[in-house]
């Protein structure tokens, strides 16, 4: 069963960074891109960052480059997300998501995602 | 980047009857790149379709999708309780990734 766990999300101040973890089980991790995508709350999904199967492809929002960094260990089946000069309107729930099928990140649908963790930028 | 529109922002509607979601793309969509989602409060998003009308895994066959360039449809064909959601849709052919801003199906 494919199993995506989410961590690593709490409340920082305005300015801040924040990484956050996704844990993969269930599937052969390196055969994937995966994308990390946000809801603030109450608003809709938006995707935020893609990085394909082996690392060496990646792509971002525009509000989020330069700040953000998404990463994988292939090894330890982990994606992340390096969150830094974080801004109020990064406040959302950070979902981790796989691609359906395929090694890039935009190869197709986002058919697994994990359960979500909450990032609250506040002073 | 392309801009998704959905509508309505909210349908009423009663079990039983036939739903019917919009997705309107700002540039043309190749039919690959195109996916609905379904998201309950507290849950993840739930993938229905992609590939414009290819059902997901587990996904019942009252759900169905079509379309394509620039226009998409997903329909429920006879909506259960459990079909009451925001459903998403998605295109991924073109970077950046982009979601509409969602249709809100409410219990009439």
């Known amino acids: 069963e494919v199993q995506l766990v989410d961590s690593g999300g709490g409340v920082v101040r305005p300015g801040g960074s924040l990484r956050l973890s996704c844990a993969a089980s269930g599937f052969t991790f390196d055969d994937y891109g995966m994308s990390w995508v946000r809801q603030v709350p109450g608003k809709g999904l938006e995707w935020v960052s893609g990085?394909?199967?082996?690392?060496?492809?990646?792509d971002y929002i525009d509000s989020v480059k330069g700040r953000f960094t998404i990463s994988r260990d292939n090894a330890k089946n982990s994606l992340y997300l390096q969150m830094n000069s974080l801004r109020a309107e990064d406040t959302a729930l950070y979902y981790c998501?796989?691609?359906?099928?395929?090694?890039?990140?935009?190869?197709?649908?986002?058919?697994?995602w994990g359960q979500g963790t909450l990032v609250t930028v506040s002073s | 980047e392309i801009v998704l529109t959905q509508s309505p922002g909210t349908l009423s509607l009663s079990p039983g009857e036939r739903a019917t979601l919009s997705c309107r793309a700002s540039?043309?969509?190749?039919?690959?790149?195109l996916a609905w989602y379904q998201h309950k409060p507290g849950q993840a998003p739930r993938l229905l379709i992609y590939?414009?009308?290819n059902r997901a895994t587990g996904i019942p066959d009252r759900f169905s999708g079509s379309g394509s360039g620039t226009d998409f449809t997903l329909t429920i064909s006879r909506l259960e309780s459990e079909d009451f959601a925001v459903y998403y849709c998605?295109?991924?052919?073109?970077?950046?990734?982009?979601f509409g801003q969602g249709t809100r199906l409410e219990i009439k």
């Open positions: 998501a796989r691609v359906d099928t395929g090694y890039n990140w935009n190869d197709g649908a986002l058919g697994y």
């Open positions: 540039q043309s969509v190749s039919s690959t790149y």
């Open positions: 998605q295109q991924c052919g073109s970077s950046p990734i982009t």
């Open positions: 990085i394909n199967w082996n690392g060496g492809s990646t």
């Open positions: 590939g414009t009308s």
